[in-house]
């Protein structure tokens, strides 16, 4: 960008500006143009939408959506996949808050093994191990007592595999937080008599709180998206997750020539999401910026 | 105070391994043994050396799948930073200074706002979109576009030569936002000071750019740098989604990961490990170089 | 870590051939009407047991449950929901009948067979079939023996081997193995809307100059003469390709292919197909195509946009819902190179198709057996031909039906055929033939590749899959 406005004595040069303005609203268009395509595509039938790509639908046909709702079952599934994701988030955050703390302030025989075998997680491709997880999620489902809990089409092993595979990250961030805060303060905790747990959750965990946040957005919206395991490890069309909903209509498009339901399905993934988003934007953002910094 | 310590440790860390080795570490430790074997992906294995690994030095579409892993990974990253630092410094110093403090450009709340949507979106949604987009006649958004100007509808992802760079486009288009936000972060927390200081130095936003605010982000700029290799490593969810034929046309967008899906759908699961392993090496490769290269100074402020 | 936290890549697709890539096996090329003699290898009693009853000749005891997979593609599901499956629950009432119909059969099901709980009956077919060759070299699959030799439904005299059209055990054979039921009857040809062609005065073509000749008219009348969907229906165009070359070089083109013998692909008549068929793709096709699929190519054609398309008599009904009134499909063969054309323009592309295997794991094998055996009876055939309009490899089970347009256009093609009735395997058999056949016939026919390369890379893929000792290799005799 610019270097030809290198030695302008004044501020903020305005051929760079220009630029600038250009360019912003330039990828603001390219984020929000295929969304709103998708939004007027959902009111079309099949033969706007593969006419011009501008032409406006001659009706708004809300039986699109209707089919959609009914046909797709989206609401099943946006609360399946509700579920699954506080859980997923909740326990990654936990598990994964926990094992950075004691990587990143603790110093022992073998942390630093753990810790890139961990973090090592980050360089796996996914679906090498899929088919022997698939056995392995199976056998759980065969423990007793708590095998009736896990298995295969289990909410609990979903969540259990998410928060495995949501460790690489979680711990590779949090690790490196935690070790930038203050040692001393912990000491005074320490000699005040604190636990190391309460020390944890009563003093560590709270002035993480920004790192938390960040990466607890990161996870949300991680698992959120996650298609394939629960295309893996549930099979039962009653638990399917939101993802796996909008597979299925968009591979029956291929077959039924649904287009326009297709595209309202899509709608109603979207629209929940930004709206989520533009709520709690400050709090996710302020987040990031603060965990980011670390 | 050293009491309980070591059983804090333990008990701090037993769920979180034992998690994951059972669900991440020991299916590619079983993976890896496969990749030594004829596997069906049923329940015989046969021993078969390497026999996998031979077929694959062999394989012209290996060849072809590494080399546009290499392309996406000088691509991605490099416009991915370019383009999110950029918007993050006009986002954040960009607009004129009020009360000494660098604002952004007007807008730029709207524009943080918008830029994150793009990360909200499941890929098969991202797939569904951008096949509107990309739709080789007039019906696709950008061909409709181009036809208002009396341009030819082009095949955006049917001309082997450019539709690699319109499946990297994308990716760069989603991940745009994330680094915008990691980036200004950054940024908002470097001392206004510098900036005015700078400002009354006469500094063009360029100079300050490159003399402030590159050095003190180069921590951020590293870490970032890390994950989009690794992401190109990966790759597999918008080759697979949204190309044509699934790699095509006629390979020319493939990537390893998509090759090991598809050994993997034809039932050969012995070699799509093989695959995999290989695949394996060449992130952890890039990542222990990235590592250790970044290791060094981050400039403290 | 992806760049963003959808961390593990996804698979979502639509990339999703209609009928296409799966489409069963096939008979040995003189199978067809030549009457099968001989293959009688009756009579394999087994452990689960040949009861002799000619009402439950499996024993299937009423209670125990039966999981019936069904792909739902272009036959849907329907069909095993309302007529087979109420026709199980009629004769073990007591028996529980768990329906699933998955859209990708190897997502879903092909893990399950890893893990060793495979359901008892799966209809194995779509884009995403499971691989067959893997199925059987891992002998994952119940052989269908006892089924053949089984009484039928209607008539305990007959064994169900005597109501099916000649060739269709023998198109399920894997590995000298009969492992599935190729169920539906299918036809492929070149399909048109009648209605536009008599209001044009046009004729399908017989002959190449014909051919072109139309074509050239059909495209002064601001149609596109032919196409294809590039993005997920290359299949039928290299079925095309390959019909044509079975038509001028006879039958044997084919079975040389299949049977990977060497320089296969450097014949004559294929490379006299392949240039003829560039051409059109250099003159007559729309750049488009190749990045649109099925669907979207077929709504362009049901618009009077596009005037041929080559595809399975299954075409008709999967586009039922969205014909427009004035469209009738109708379909023509291949055209003739000439007059030294070892095969007539009545020869005819035409197999049993879309699958249906046992696992050999399946929990609860006599009752799948039993639900096959229900799917060949008289009703059980007859009432699918009503509802898809499609044929099927029981005999005579159109009768009474009435066919649509399209479908009655196949029947008669097929009966004008008689013993020019060929077929190929080699993409049904080797998942990487078909990849690059795919790949190259895209290639060929967009214009970035010419003739020779395509032979020649073709060639290279089967003498490398030849060399391939961890792939088993099936035969055509």
Known sequence: MGTQMTKKPRGKSSAFMSLGHIALAGFAVMVVLPMLWAFVSSFKNNTEIFDHAFTWPAEFRWSNWIDAWNTAHIGTYFFNTVIVVFFGVAGTMLLGSMAAYVLARYEFRGNRFIYYAIIGGLGFPVFLGFGPLFKIVQMTGDVPVIGQFLGLNSYVSLVLVYIAYSLPFTVFFLASFFKTLPGSVAEAAMIDGCSHTRLFFRVMLPMAKPGLVGITIFNVIGQWNQYMFPTLLISDPDKWQLTQGIARISTNAGYEAKWGPLFAGICMAIIPMIFVYAFFQRQIQSGLTQGAVK | ??????????????????????????????????????????????????????????????????????????????????????????????????????????????????????????????????QSVYRPDKSGV?????????????????????????????????????????????????????????????????????????????????????????????????????????GGPDFSTTVLSEEIYKATSAGKYGYATTLGVALFFLTATFAVIAFTSTKRESVEY | MSKTPDLPGEVSRRTVITRAAAIGAAIPAAGLLGACAGGGTEEKKSETGNTGDAKNPFGVKDGDPLEVVIFNGGYGEKYAKDIHEPMYKAAFPKSEIKHS?????????????????????????????????????????????????????????????????????????????SVQLNYVFTVYGIWYNSALFSKNSWVAPKTWDETTALFDKIKAAGITPYAYAGANAAYYQFE???????????????????????????????????????????????????????????????????????????????????????????????????????????????????????????????????????????????????????????????????????????KTALDAAGKDVFTFHINDWYADMNTEMKAATNALMFGHQNVAQFVERVQKAADKLKKDSSIKKNKVK
């Open chain 3, 240 to 410: 095309v390709i390959l019909s044509n070359a079975a038509k001028i070089g006879g039958a044997e083109v084919l079975k040389n292919i299949d049977n990977l013998e060497d320089g296969a692909w450097q014949v004559p008549a294929i490379k006299d197909s392949l240039e003829f068929w560039a051409g059109i793709g250099a003159k007559y096709m729309d750049k488009a195509h190749e990045g649109l699929k099925h669907t979207e190519v077929q709504l362009q054609q049901n618009q009077g946009k596009v005037a041929f398309y080559p595809s399975g008599s299954w075409l008709e009904n999967e586009q039922a819902k969205e014909t427009p009134a004035d469209f009738k499909y109708a379909m023509t063969l291949v055209p003739s190179k000439g007059a030294s054309d070892k095969i007539g323009f009545t020869g005819i592309h035409a197999t049993a198709g879309e699958p249906y295997v046992i696992p050999a794991k399946a929990k609860n094998q006599a009752g799948a057996l039993e639900y096959m055996r229900i799917m060949l009876s008289k009703k059980g055939a007859n009432e699918f031909v009503k509802l898809n309009g499609s044929l099927t490899s029981v005999i005579g089970s159109s009768d009474g039906a009435t066919l649509t347009p399209g479908t009655a256009s196949a």
């Open chain 3, 101 to 177: 119909a998955p859209t990708e059969i190897s997502t879903t099901i092909q893990p399950r067979f890893a893990g060793g709980n495979p359901p008892d009956f799966l209809n194995n077919s779509g884009a995403k079939a499971i691989d067959i060759g893997s199925l059987v070299g891992d002998g994952q699959l119940l052989t269908l023996d006892k089924l053949w030799s089984a009484p039928s439904y209607d008539d305990p005299k007959k064994t169900v081997k005597d109501t099916l059209i000649p060739g269709t055990i023998e198109s399920g054979e894997f590995d000298g193995k």
């Open chain 2, 1 to 130: 105070m050293r009491h309980g310590r070591n059983p804090f440790i333990v008990g701090f860390l037993a769920a979180p391994v034992v998690l994951y080795v059972f669900f991440v570490i020991l299916p590619y430790v079983e993976a890896f043994y496969y990749s030594f074997t004829n596997w069906r992906g049923f329940q015989k294995a046969e021993w078969v050396g390497l026999d996998n690994y031979k077929k694959m030095l062999d394989d012209d579409t290996f060849w072809k799948a590494v080399s546009h892993n290499g392309i996406i990974l000088l691509l991605l990253p490099l416009a991915a930073l370019v383009i999110a630092l950029f918007f993050a410094f006009l986002l954040n110093v960009g607009g004129k200074a009020k009360a000494g403090v660098s604002q952004g450009v007007r807008g730029s709340k709207f524009y943080r706002l918008v830029f994150f949507f793009p990360q909200l979106l499941a890929v098969p949604i991202v797939a569904v979109l951008f």
């Open chain 2, 142 to 246: 950008l061909n409709g576009i181009l036809g208002w100007f009396g341009i030819e509808p082009v095949g955006w992802l049917i001309e082997p030569k450019i539709a690699l760079l319109m499946l990297i486009a994308v990716m760069v288009w989603q991940a745009i936002g994330f680094y915008v936000v990691l980036f200004s972060a950054g940024m908002s927390s470097i001392p206004a000071e510098i900036y005015e200081a700078a400002e009354l130095d006469g500094s063009s936003p360029a100079t300050t750019f490159r003399r402030i605010t590159l050095p003190l982000l180069w921590g951020n700029i590293q870490t970032a740098w890390v994950y989009l290799g690794v992401a190109a490593f990966d790759a597999f969810a918008i080759v697979d989604v949204l190309s044509n034929n699934q």
